[in-house]
């Protein structure tokens, strides 16, 4: 069982009293990986949605927001941390019975995992068959410290057992105090840019200040600034990533692993036995490790191992998006797997007579299937499955960061490193502070310019402000395509990810032709909110309404 490294991870502390209650619903009080037990889902859920946009932990923001408002008098003398002999007992009856691995579909665990670096929350977010909560940049503000005294981000062990270890900490915590030096500058330079329109409350509207400014600084703050993310997945799909994480290049993966195994092992010990089993879990992690390295060694001798030299340069706000690969009968085979379940011929029959249409007929049958989208969330079947789109994309890494979390896509990407420049908001040079956050991102280039002599590229990229590109492929059919680039144009979006989904959009429109697919999509937005005004502020209204409606009426 892996022990948790207390000068690693900041450990809080709790009263006896809060001890008492939170036992009962989480599987450790000390570690930065725990999950809950004993709960309502609707409670856990409630809990991982208000995690995202809290700076506290869960365990802390369960005591502060949300015990007052259950009734936890039936738990006295529950412990989470016991564990459950008897039901593992139960459930090996059951599988060797059965022998059905698909038994550990069945059933889910809610996961929280803290303190972990934005490297690796990458690798956590991997699997298509979990459920993802991750705290975000644009809601928290990461100028405060951590109850230990330290900044949130991740000390890798190896880095400051070597002689750069001293200079880690020192560049990293600049990295954080220029951060927290800019933040109110901004803060102050937008609220005087917008000001407060009437009929707003003064608290929409300063939610709306401090994420646009949150938005124009979250790329000063370095790769390795740690998250917490809430996990819901099943037993099958921790398995999966457990033996991935185990096998990968990332030494702070490989250590979180054992973390997760440790806890998961309290409430699903059967789900995860094989995980550290020789000729199980162990060989497929080896070789998953073995392949990995193999392919990296005939990388290195097909393109070079040198990488690109960074310099630092400032490469603007547009992201590049290429569409690189797909079908050009693609709206033929759209239209033909439209109407295939509503006839009762062969798809030959059906793509023939599809192809022998003129263009106003299949316009009509795609009509009639898209129907009336009164908002993004009516989306039309599975048809547009049919076709996809290859992606060949460079922006910044916080916006990577959240494109990258969309399960039903296709995403790889390559080593995080200063080499192919960063993005400077124009609110940076509108408020006449583009001098430090151009120092900061000199800061972070020299550093991974040092660590990368010395150590893995993961672990290099520790020191690599959000601001600095990253290339990645995104590949996704027509169907996810509609979701994804609808979501993520909408006004309330991040500026970057905003214009690498309109980019996609009109690529999919210009350069491969599908006007048609193009148009279904037809809650894409291409407009720029990003010098008109607070791309906030229209979510913050809503919110606003909805705190209204909820409020109880005084006679």
């Not at 856990?44 to 369960?62: D, I, P, Q, T, V």
């Not at 105090?177 to 407060?196: I, N, R, T």
């Not at 916006?399 to 192919?420: C, G, I, N």
Request: aromatic share 10%; hydrophobic share 40%; with cysteine.
């Amino acid at each position: 069982m892996a022990s948790v490294d207390h000068g690693m991870y900041a450990v809080e502390e709790w009263t006896d009293e809060e001890a008492d209650i939170l036992r009962r619903y989480f599987t450790n009080l000390e570690g930065p990986v725990f999950a809950l037990v004993n709960l309502p889902e609707v409670v856990k859920g409630a809990l991982f949605a208000r995690y995202s946009r809290s700076a506290k932990s869960l365990r802390r923001l369960f005591l502060d927001e949300f015990v007052g408002d259950l009734d936890i008098s039936g738990d006295l003398g529950i412990d989470a941390t016991v564990g459950l002999a008897r039901a593992e007992q139960l459930y090996d009856k059951i599988f060797f019975e059965y022998g059905d691995d698909s038994v550990a579909q069945l059933g889910g665990v809610h996961l929280a995992c803290e303190q972990a670096s934005n490297v690796l929350t990458k690798v956590l977010e991997w699997g298509r068959l979990m459920s993802y909560m991750e705290k975000s940049t644009r809601y928290v503000a990461y100028d405060s410290r951590l109850s230990n005294g330290r900044y949130r981000y991740y000390r890798d062990a190896e880095i400051l057992d070597s002689p750069l270890g001293a200079r880690y900490v020192g560049d990293m915590d600049r990295l954080f105090d220029a951060y927290g030096e800019l933040l109110p500058v901004l803060q102050s330079h937008l609220a005087g840019q917008y000001p407060k329109a009437a009929g707003d409350s003064d608290l929409a509207w300063r939610q709306s200040v401090r994420a646009k400014a949150f938005d124009a600084l979250r790329g000063m703050l370095p790769a390795g600034a740690t998250s917490n993310l809430g996990i819901y997945a099943s037993g099958q799909a921790y398995e999966a990533l457990l033996i991935r994480m185990r096998a990968h290049a990332l030494p702070e993966a490989r250590s979180y692993a054992d973390l997760m195994l440790d806890e998961l092992r309290k409430v699903i010990p059967s789900w995860v036995k094989r995980v550290d089993v020789g000729d199980r879990g162990v060989a497929h992690s080896d070789y998953l490790e073995a392949t990995q390295g193999a392919m990296k060694d005939l990388a290195d001798e097909l393109f070079g191992p040198e990488a690109l030299a960074p310099d630092g340069a400032v490469v603007g706000g547009v992201p590049e998006v290429d569409l690189i690969d797909w079908d050009p009968d693609a709206e033929v085979k759209v239209v033909a797997a439209m109407l295939y379940p509503f006839t009762d011929r062969s798809e030959a029959v059906v793509d023939a007579r599809v192809a022998s249409m003129t263009v106003d007929e299949r316009v009509e049958v795609v009509r009639r299937y898209v129907g009336e989208r009164r908002n993004r969330r009516h989306r039309p079947g599975r048809a547009l499955e049919r076709c996809g789109y290859r992606f060949d994309v460079i922006s910044d890494y916080g916006a990577f960061r959240d494109l990258q979390r969309h399960r039903l896509l296709t995403v790889e990407w390559q080593d995080l490193t200063p080499a192919h420049g960063y993005t400077q908001p124009a609110a940076v040079a509108d408020a006449g502070v583009q001098g430090p956050y151009a120092a900061a991102m000199d800061r972070s280039a020299a550093l991974w310019g040092a660590l990368s002599e010395r150590f893995r590229p993961a672990q290099a990229a520790y020191a690599v402000a959000l601001a600095f590109r990253i290339r990645y492929a995104m590949q996704f059919n027509a169907r996810e395509a509609m979701h994804l680039l609808e979501l993520r144009t909408s006004p309330q979006g991040h500026p970057e990810y905003r214009q690498v989904c309109q980019q996609m959009h009109r690529l999919i429109a210009e350069k491969a032709g599908h006007r048609t697919i193009a148009a279904m999509m037809s809650h894409v937005d291409d407009a720029d909110y990003g010098s008109v005004g607070l791309e906030r502020l229209a979510g913050e209204r809503r919110a606003e309404a909805r705190r209204a409606a909820r409020a109880p009426t005084l006679s």
